[in-house]
Nanobody, 132 residues
Framework: QLQLDESGGGLVQSGGSLRLSCTHS????????IGWYRQAPGKEREAVSC????????YYTDSVKGRFTISRDNFKNTAYLHMNSLKPEDTAIYYC?????????????????????????WGQGQQVTVSS
């Protein structure tokens, strides 16, 4: 079983920054996509950003483009979500997720990222609260 451990959430003022981390363990991964999702109270869980393990191709939802950056460190088995210029509407629980489905090799990061049903493994979630 793959385990995902998240950290880095917290309370920050509008305009501030946070960095979320997601470390995976359990078994070695070959080709995978790791993503960040968020869920605000009363709303559906939505994709924020994803990154491919092979060529670091990324996807960002429009509302975070230019403010958030996803990255990964394969040696540390860790992915990061750097969040800058945070806004109150970014307040949510943030989850990291991993998919290792074989079909990843014939599709795009964007196609995978916008559909959370691709993802089999999920972290516990980190609360991010942005005050105005």
């Amino acid at each position: 079983q793959l385990q995902l451990d998240e950290s880095g959430g917290g309370l920050v003022q509008s305009g501030g920054s946070l960095r979320l981390s997601c470390t995976h363990s359990g078994f070695p991964l070959d080709y995978y996509i790791i993503g960040w999702y968020r869920q605000a109270p009363g709303k559906e869980r939505e994709a924020v950003s994803c990154i491919s393990s092979i060529d670091s191709t990324t996807y960002y939802t429009d509302s975070v483009k230019g403010r958030f950056t996803i990255s990964r460190d394969n040696f540390k088995n860790t992915a990061y979500l750097h969040m800058n210029s945070l806004k109150p509407e970014d307040t949510a629980i943030y989850y990291c997720a991993v998919t290792i489905k074989s079909e990843l090799r014939i599709t795009t990061v964007q196609h995978v990222c916008v559909d959370r049903n691709w993802f089999d493994f999920w972290g516990q979630g980190q609360q991010v609260t942005v005050s105005s």
